[in-house]
Nanobody
Framework: EVQLVESGGGLVQPGGSLRLSCAAS????????MTWVRQVSGKGPEWVSS???????YYADSAKGRFTISRDDAENTVYLQMNSLKPEDTAVYYC??????????????????????WGQGTQVTVFS
């Protein structure tokens, strides 16, 4: 059974940092790209960042220069380090996995319909 479990969300002031983690199980983690998606209440999900099996990273414009995605294949975990947080970063953050595609293109990774499995999400709130 595929499971994705996020952690690390919380309350932080603008300019602060958080590190999100997503522990994965039930599939060959090292062979697959992993992605972070966020959703603001009342709005659709927004792709944030992806990392492919080779460690190549991709970021939404809103995340570039502030967020860093990384993976530890030995621990089956993907991380999202978020720095210089802004109130507009407030959202529920989900990790997502496409366990049926090997070597997805950047366009595929940005397509939220590509993802078979999602975690339960972790709330990030940035407030003054």
């Amino acid at each position: 059974e595929v499971q994705l479990v996020e952690s690390g969300g919380g309350l932080v002031q603008p300019g602060g940092s958080l590190r999100l983690s997503c522990a994965a199980s039930g599939f060959a983690f090292g062979n697959h790209a992993m992605t972070w998606v966020r959703q603001v209440s009342g709005k659709g999900p927004e792709w944030v960042s992806s990392i492919n099996s080779g460690g190549i990273t991709y970021y939404a414009d809103s995340a570039k220069g502030r967020f860093t995605i990384s993976r530890d294949d030995a621990e089956n975990t993907v991380y999202l380090q978020m720095n210089s947080l802004k109130p507009e970063d407030t959202a529920v953050y989900y990790c997502a996995a496409d366990v049926t595609t090997l070597g997805p293109t950047e366009a595929t990774m940005k397509n939220l319909q590509s993802y078979d499995y999602w975690g339960q999400g972790t709330q990030v709130t940035v407030f003054s």
